[in-house]
């Protein structure tokens, strides 16, 4: 089953992801992120999705934590930690996740991307064995860019230091980033609403596994 992935199914490479699921939804009145997707909830599909990659998994919540718990239980590679300032906004919880991350390297993405395939995963790391000298990967499509993005842990100080009220899109135009060509409109497709749910769903479910 797919809720049944270990440590022995993931990449030796060390690389952490970091999943945000702290948000308090409120364009969308059901807790989001346990809604399903291709037949199991959208957080654990993120999960697995970066489970393919990633050695250790940090999903940081807030909102609905102790719900966010028992649906990532089954994960022994998964760590939930909580954003005691997550009504504050989503800076706040990725500043939590940064702090967490012990890889020089990690994914990290909002936690309503169930669609993004896990080549796409695989391409960023690519790139970044090809690129040495960038410390920010970020898949793109058609000109758009998406999630997850790939990181080097030395940008961790700099996102930490950055005021509250700013966002990690402020952080990352400071510096040179490479973008990876990708076919996965995954990518693109978050989950914000009801509409984005049903849409998406209906639209897209039956061209994934």
Sequence with gaps: M???LTKTSIHSATFDGVILAAGLSTRFPP??????VCGIPIINRMIECMGKAC???IVVGGYQIERLRE?????PFVRVVFNPLYSTGMFSSVKEGLRHVLSQWFFFSP???PFVNPSTLSALRLAMNENPDKSVFIPVLNGRKGHPILLNRDIIPAILEEPDDSNLKIVLNRKTFCPVQVNDEGILLDIDSIK????ISASIKSRYY
């Design 2 to 4: 797919r809720n049944q």
């Design 31 to 36: 807790f989001k992120l346990e809604m399903p």
């Design 55 to 57: 050695n250790n998994v």
């Design 71 to 75: 649906l990532t239980s089954s994960y």
């Design 111 to 113: 936690g309503d991307y």
């Design 196 to 199: 984005d749910y049903e849409k």
